[in-house]
């Protein structure tokens, strides 16, 4: 992956998938009638995420478009902001029932539509993948502090967020284990079952056993693969060293 000069058409498609979220942002938290720290609350991570995805812009070489495949991964990203904003309003959160859970679960549906859309129309790369994946780790993250401000699961369930953060956080304390991973169908599999235990959890009136077994197992998975992703790298380097 190469960094280098954006051309001009996709900054400019770009510009315009993130104000067309932004205006949809705009339109629902105008709609719903929030509070302005509510409004901010879903606004700020957008703006973080739209910024960031801007300076990756020159990572997408050698495409000179954004690409429908991107669009949809950004209306995830929008998706997921909005639910960001029930952090914390728990009283929220059980007033809306089922909205929760079924949007949560468009949007994971949505996860694999965007890597089809992006090898179908040739669009696919790097810079796209990493902004995938960036939307998913947010979207776990928000799920995991939805569920531990709910009566079901401890606090605990948190550290299911984290991980993917942590694990980043490990590989920039310790630059010389950081390489690329080999391609692992392990890896999705795990995200997907760690997704379904955390909305699970959110579904109204799950029991209290099944709410915490779910969670349970949606932190034991990824657990267990990071370890083994960490693993990998620690055993690599070692052998670089010898």
Not at 33 to 59: D, I, K, N, S, T
Not at 67 to 85: D, K
Not at 185 to 193: D, H, L, N, Q, W
Request: net charge positive; charged share 15%; aromatic share 8%.
């Amino acid at each position: 992956m190469s960094g280098g000069r954006v051309p001009s058409s996709l900054r400019r498609e770009a510009l315009a998938a993130v104000a067309a979220g932004a205006a949809a942002l705009l339109v629902l938290i105008l709609t719903e009638e929030v509070g302005p720290a509510h409004g901010l609350q879903v606004a700020a991570p957008y703006a973080v995420m739209a910024l960031l995805m801007l300076r990756g812009l020159p990572y997408h070489a050698p495409h000179r478009h954004f690409g429908a495949a991107n669009a949809v991964t950004l209306g995830r990203a929008v998706v997921a902001c909005l639910l960001s904003g029930l952090i914390g309003r728990p009283e929220m959160v059980a007033a809306a029932g089922w909205v929760v859970p079924v949007a949560a679960t468009a949007v994971l549906a949505l996860d694999g539509l965007d890597g089809y859309i992006a090898r179908r129309t040739g669009l696919a790369s790097r810079y796209g993948a990493r902004f995938d994946m960036e939307v998913d780790a947010f979207l776990i993250l928000v799920l995991a502090l939805l569920v531990a401000q709910g009566p079901q699961v401890g606090p605990w369930i948190i550290l299911c967020g984290l991980m993917r953060y942590l694990y980043v956080g490990w590989l920039t304390l310790m630059p010389r284990f950081e390489r690329e991973l080999p391609p692992r169908f392990r890896r999705k599999a795990i995200f997907v079952a760690q997704a379904v235990g955390l909305v699970g959890a959110l579904v109204p009136g799950m029991p209290v056993p099944a709410a915490n077994l779910l969670a349970l197992l949606a932190a034991g998975l990824v657990a267990a693969s990071f370890a083994i992703d960490s693993f990998w790298l620690y055993s690599h380097a070692k052998e670089d060293t010898r």
